[in-house]
T-cell receptor
């Protein structure tokens, strides 16, 4: 596709349920990032994948959050036993190799609502 | 630790007014600084950046100068348009080779005709 694609665009779930959020980066981009945008707050870094290197998980808020990236392309962010404070917009971004923060492309996000 | 602080919004201006959105940062070393913009219904996109002290980033009539002495990167535009209505985020990167950014909380700008 032409840009970073995220699905679903909206997800409503009940407290305690698990959810999976999907990100399709721009084809050929080696780096992939997940961010979270909570109401009234800035974007919060969650996790970063670069090629075959071990991911940088330093931003994950708890062990209920995990992410994987299969085949160096599609990524899935999983939130287990969701809590109301997990409600936020989850943004994915990708960049081509060697460009780091110079060419970072964001998707439109998944709006997660935990009831 | 590293952090970014932006002026609180919303900011409401009339068309052709002068815009300033303040941004200050705290960081060790020499971070790169960015302004991102999120137009209604669209994804976040890079507006401008500066990678070292005294650099001026500019794009679409917007400017921001990297001021190390005041640890600031204020966004300015001389004459705003209705189409500039959006949420603006200031951000820093402590590492030039990753897109791991620290963002401010965002400032909503509304421009009225």
């Amino acid at each position: 596709g032409a840009g970073v694609s995220q699905s679903p665009s909206n997800k409503v779930t009940e407290k305690g349920k698990d959810v999976e959020l999907r990100c399709d980066p721009i084809s050929g981009h080696t780096a992939l990032y997940w961010y979270r945008q909570s109401l009234g707050q800035g974007l919060e870094f969650l996790i970063y994948f670069q090629g075959n290197s071990a991911p940088d998980k330093s931003g994950l808020p708890s062990d209920r959050f995990s992410a994987e990236r299969t085949g160096g392309s599609v990524s899935t962010l999983t939130i287990q036993r969701t809590q109301q404070e997990d409600s936020a917009v989850y943004l994915c971004a990708s960049s081509p190799e060697g460009f780091g923060n110079e060419k970072l492309f964001f998707g439109s996000g998944t709006q997660l609502s935990v009831l | 630790g590293n952090s970014v602080t932006q002026m609180e919004g919303p900011v409401t201006l009339s068309e052709e007014a002068f815009l300033t959105i303040n941004c200050t940062y705290t960081a060790t070393g020499y971070p790169s600084l960015f302004w991102y913009v999120q137009y209604p219904g669209e994804g976040l996109q890079l507006l401008l950046k500066a990678t070292k002290a005294d650099d001026k980033g500019s794009n679409k009539g917007f400017e921001a100068t990297y001021r190390k002495e005041t640890t600031s990167f204020h966004l300015e535009k001389g004459s705003v348009q209705v189409s500039d209505s959006a949420v603006y985020f200031c951000a820093l990167s402590a590492s030039s080779n990753t897109g791991k950014l620290i963002f401010g909380q965002g400032t909503t700008l509304q421009v009225k005709p």
